[in-house]
């Protein structure tokens, strides 16, 4: 192809076209210069190869000097495809982060007589090279690919204050509250990212806390359990797997328990979307855009002065959920937590006689613990407030906890005081005798339920025993009642109750025992359930052992009978039962129905040692339910 016949079909004069290829056309309309660029293109005509010193006819050739080529692979991607489109090759060259072997780039470049350069720079000083380009009259897009601010006021930049500020949104969106940042310090965009982050949570109406913003390396138990976060913001792939792997290898689910939102790095494998929500970084985008740019600047049309302004968005949203405390059927347990000493003894000790043991466990345990565990077992969500020690003890409760599928995020660390104990004494049949140290279960204070107010939002069910001190045990009554979730409440280590207290109360569930040490002025069953009912309980049920227990309300007075089980440990039959008790409430099964079902796990629990190791599943229950029911428990009244 000769310059005539590219004059010949531009409908113009070779000397026209001249002009045009070798940069000389200030004064040519700008329609027909993009209609001869378009031709020499098209057809590859390379004008006045045989000229020497030419120094401004077009190579329709663009430089890309970047730092690491290697981080920037999307990038480069969205420059190729831009470059092959518009007719232009490129040459990639790469600085290291070195000045010098920067400059040497620059001149290989500048002696390519590109036509245009997209230059990422090294560090400021790298302003002064640019004159080599202005010397060949090759425009020059500088570009910012790491969030760091452009040396030049017209270069062009990611915005990763937009995909900080994404990333917080989208928790924030989920009705997170508690909205935790992971940032790589040693990342240039490291501060507009946390910037983001923060004006997402201004907008969001939510106050930035030191407490909730870490940088790596991270304490990973603190994040996931002591700073009351409940999704994690991270401004690195590398930060968020390091969450995800250590939350699964304790049990923690994903995003069942704890939400996590992380960044693209443009080089995504197909198994990402499976594992991890991510905020979209346009780089292919940017690449695009910056070359499609120079290439406007070479060829000498208006450039848009808008900026870059892609779509960012969330890729997969496998790895966001709710809140867990913000689920429906959600539980509530606001109790006491103790590493339970088992004792297994031919008889209970006497006073004043020594026993000799045949064995000695140490297990997770108090009633708090257990009915949360007792839950969480049947497959409902639960959350749990109590204290513990930051001992042996609490640190072992804990993991036992989260292995269990239990949200401890309201589990208060008590930094002066033991753990509490409960020294339990096992005979052969079953039978047991228990003395308890509090510990830090005597710590929890009515000003920690305050600040746990938002766990009985959205509560159907809070679970309160009375091993707590009596004012913490009103707050949290009063704070279920505030909240519209209905009480469950186990009368353990009382002497006497206030009126106040039962008249607060859904479902009283005393054993024989406390109901003679409640209501010792009526010796019969039926009458003591009718006091409680007097004095404003609304559903009392009764634990009778190995007899199985009895209901009363307004409307139903009837029995249960207990399945038919060899008991090794009884330790636990009333949590197993609450638990199982409040699931199947909490999921609209009948009162009569749900108090069948938690008949069956409290038996089920005697015939194994220990209370945790006891407790029931859902498919396990289901499955003695039908074969001893059918397609379902008897909901006759007896």
């Known amino acids: 192809m000769t310059i005539k016949e590219i004059a010949h079909l531009a409908g113009v004069s070779t000397s026209t076209v001249s002009k045009i290829v070798n940069g000389k056309d200030e004064n040519i309309n700008a329609v027909t210069r993009e209609r001869v660029l378009q031709l020499v293109k098209e057809y590859n005509y390379s004008p ?35 470059a092959q ?16 072997l920067e400059l040497k780039n620059v001149l290989q470049l500048c002696k390519y007589k590109v036509d245009g350069v997209l230059w990422e720079m090294v560090s400021e000083d790298s302003e002064g090279y640019r004159k080599y380009f202005q010397d060949i009259e090759a425009p020059v897009c500088e570009i910012a690919l790491e969030g760091q601010t ?107 328990d704890f939400s996590v939102v992380t960044v693209s790095d443009g080089l995504d494998s197909p198994d990402m979307d499976r594992i991890l929500s991510r905020v979209r970084v346009p780089y292919g985008e940017f690449g695009r855009y910056v070359c499609g740019r120079v290439i406007d600047m070479a060829e000498k049309r208006e450039v848009c002065e808008d900026g870059f302004q892609p779509d960012i968005g969330l890729i997969s949203p496998v790895s966001i959920d709710m809140p867990r405390i913000l689920k429906d059927n959600r539980i509530l347990v606001v109790g006491n937590v103790n590493m339970d000493i088992i004792v297994n003894v031919e008889e209970l000790p006497l006073l004043g006689k020594t026993v000799k043991a045949k064995k000695c466990t140490s297990l997770p345990g108090g009633k708090g613990a257990n009915q949360a565990v007792g839950v969480a077992r049947l497959g409902s969500d639960v959350s749990l407030i109590g204290k513990v020690g930051r001992d042996y003890e609490g640190s072992a409760i804990l993991n036992n906890l989260s292995v269990n599928q239990v949200d401890i995020s309201s589990v208060i660390l008590e930094n002066h005081c033991e753990t509490g104990k ?12 228990i003395a308890i140290y509090p510990g830090a279960n005597d710590q929890l204070g009515p000003a920690d339920i305050d600040r746990s107010r938002h766990y009985f939002e959205n509560t159907k069910f809070c679970l309160v025993q009375t091993e707590l001190p009596l004012p913490t045990v009103y707050r949290a009554l009063e704070t279920a009642r505030k909240y519209g979730a209905k009480v469950i409440l186990k009368p353990s280590a009382m002497e006497t109750v206030e009126d106040r207290l039962l008249a607060q109360i859904d479902y009283f569930i005393p054993n024989r025992k406390e109901c003679n040490i409640l209501c010792p002025d009526r010796s019969d069953l039926e009458e003591q359930a009718e006091y409680f009912l007097e004095k404003g309980v609304g559903n009392v049920i ?42 199947f409430l909490a999921r609209k099964h009948g009162l009569e129905e749900a108090v069948q079902y938690a008949n069956c796990a409290a038996s089920l629990s005697v015939t194994r040692e220990g209370v945790i190791p006891s407790l029931v599943d859902m498919a396990t229950l289901d499955m003695h339910m039908r074969n001893r029911h059918g397609d379902g428990p008897d909901t006759e009244r007896g």
Do not use: W
């Open 48 to 82: 006045y190869s045989m000229v020497k010193n030419v120094n401004t006819s077009k190579t329709f050739l663009l430089g890309v000097l970047l730092r690491d080529k290697s981080r920037a692979y999307a990038v480069l991607q969205g420059i190729l495809e831009c």
């Open 85 to 100: 489109e518009r007719g232009y090759r490129i040459v990639v060259c790469e600085s290291a982060g070195d000045l010098d």
């Open 150 to 256: 452009p040396v030049s006021a017209d270069g062009c930049g990611m915005n990763f204050e937009q995909i900080g500020y994404c990333g917080a949104s989208e928790l924030i969106g989920m009705k997170h509250t508690a909205v935790a940042c992971v940032v790589n310090k040693d990342a240039a965009y490291a501060g507009a990212f946390l910037e983001g982050y923060k004006q997402a949570l201004f907008d969001g109406g939510i106050g930035f806390s030191e407490q909730l913003y870490f940088e790596q390396p991270v304490d990973m138990d603190r994040i996931l359990y002591q700073c009351g976060a409940s999704g994690i913001v991270c401004s690195d792939q590398a930060s968020a797997m390091e969450i995800y792997a250590y939350a699964k290898s304790r049990k923690v689910s994903i995003p069942e």
């Open 422 to 433: 409960a020294y339990i004494h096992v005979r052969p049949d079953g039978e047991s005798s």
């Open 542 to 583: 009764v634990t009778l052992g190995q007899k199985g227990c009895y209901l009363k309300n307004r409307e139903i007075s009837r029995y249960f009978a207990a399945e038919e089980v060899i008991a090794v440990d009884t330790t636990g039959a009333a949590d197993a039962f609450i638990s199982a008790l409040a699931v």
